[in-house]
């Protein structure tokens, strides 16, 4: 049996027309080419590019991610960044110094958050603020 195709736009605007959050960002997916050891020493100039991402609104959020178990960081990591389109998003994975300098693959997916919630503690004496 033939799958029918359905257009990633459709499935935005149908999302958007179902009163569905359809907020569109762009996950990347990266995994070490080198090791682990290549990952910790390209740590620093990575983190600077995320912080600068963040700083610019356009990082959602990012992180390591564990084996299937999880019992071990593999080297793999997870990154959802916003931007106006594929070819965008692009530009900002490679750009990232793990990428550049070949110490990481990457896979980027766009994805469409239709759902979910979260929560913001702020603490204004303290100035704390906590995410969950």
Do not use: C
């Given at each position: 049996?033939?799958?029918?195709?359905?257009?990633?736009?459709?499935?935005?605007?149908?999302?958007?027309?179902?009163?569905?959050?359809?907020?569109?960002?762009?996950?990347?997916?990266?995994?070490?080419?080198?090791?682990?050891?290549?990952?910790?020493?390209?740590?620093?100039?990575?983190?600077?590019?995320?912080?600068?991402?963040?700083?610019?609104?356009?990082?959602?959020?990012?992180?390591?991610?564990?084996?299937?178990q999880g019992n071990e960081w593999t080297g793999k990591g997870l990154i959802i960044i916003r931007a106006e389109n594929l070819q965008e998003a692009k530009k900002?994975?490679?750009?990232?110094?793990?990428?550049?300098?070949?110490?990481?693959?990457?896979?980027?997916?766009?994805?469409?958050?239709?759902?979910?919630?979260?929560?913001?503690?702020?603490?204004?004496?303290?100035?704390?603020?906590?995410?969950?």
């Amino acid at each position: 049996m033939d799958e029918v195709k359905y257009n990633w736009r459709d499935r935005v605007r149908d999302s958007q027309a179902e009163g569905l959050a359809a907020n569109e960002f762009f996950v990347i997916f990266t995994e070490p080419l080198k090791g682990r050891q290549a990952v910790k020493d390209h740590l620093a100039t990575h983190l600077e590019y995320q912080k600068g991402l963040e700083a610019k609104g356009i990082m959602v959020a990012a992180g390591p991610v564990s084996d299937e178990q999880g019992n071990e960081w593999t080297g793999k990591g997870l990154i959802i960044i916003r931007a106006e389109n594929l070819q965008e998003a692009k530009k900002v994975a490679d750009n990232d110094p793990m990428h550049r300098d070949g110490v990481r693959s990457y896979t980027l997916l766009p994805w469409l958050m239709n759902e979910g919630s979260f929560t913001l503690q702020v603490k204004l004496s303290a100035q704390k603020i906590k995410f969950s």
